[in-house]
């Protein structure tokens, strides 16, 4: 992936940001939600700052005004489109009773992270382990905004350990289905592992009992 600048060099910071005024903030908030509808069409492949200015109808000047470069912006615009795929799971969690059991949820909100719309976002795991030095926010970013989500479904008597234990086995399963689906394609396998997860919270739960 490029992440240079206009005339072939490294990005560069040197422009003044805006210092957080109300129109500055609505600007940039403006210029990354055109660069993050971008992102969600065309995925991360050949992104550049001068990709990400005809996207937003601006300069690189302009960009480099409000983000800190093109690796700041890309990793601001993933966030936001990972922010959106966790609405959607917070949906499909509220659906149906109070609280599903875990199971059930991981099977209800597995449409919702492996449809089309969220492919940028497993580029993005792949890139992170390409170059972890460079984008390294982009794997802790994502654990940060999935754990309170999965912590949140969670029967409310377990203890803040086991919580955690419980979220971070199904963070770090269902993110290697993802990558498994996106690389293999092997649906079978996948389906066999999936519902050897949903076997053991059934038994984390059934162990209250």
Not at 15 to 43: F, I, K, W
Not at 153 to 179: D, T
């Amino acid at each position: 992936m490029n992440t240079t600048a206009d005339d072939g060099s490294s990005e560069r910071t040197g422009y003044r940001r805006s210092a957080g005024s109300p129109r500055g903030e609505a600007r940039r908030q403006e210029l990354l939600d055109s660069v993050t509808e971008d992102l969600a069409v065309n995925g991360l492949v050949d992104f550049s700052l001068r990709r990400a200015a005809r996207a937003a109808g601006a300069t690189h000047k302009v960009l480099l005004y409000h983000f800190d470069g093109a690796d700041d912006l890309l990793v601001q615009a993933i966030v936001q489109l990972r922010e959106r795929r966790i609405a959607k799971a917070f949906a499909a969690a509220a659906e149906g009773p109070a609280r599903r059991p875990l199971g059930e949820w991981v099977r209800a909100v597995w449409p919702v992270l492996v449809g089309e719309e969220a492919r940028v976002l497993d580029q993005a795991i792949g890139l992170a382990m390409y170059d972890p030095g460079r984008y390294a926010a982009l794997g802790r970013e994502a654990s940060q905004q999935y754990l309170p989500l999965l912590l949140s479904i969670c029967p409310e008597h377990w203890s803040g350990g086991r919580k955690l234990e419980v979220a971070e086995m199904i963070l770090a399963v269902l993110r290697g289905f993802l990558v498994d689906s996106r690389t293999s394609g092997d649906a079978a396998g996948i389906a066999a592992g999936f519902a050897a997860l949903v076997r053991a919270l059934d038994r984390e739960e059934a162990a209250d009992e």
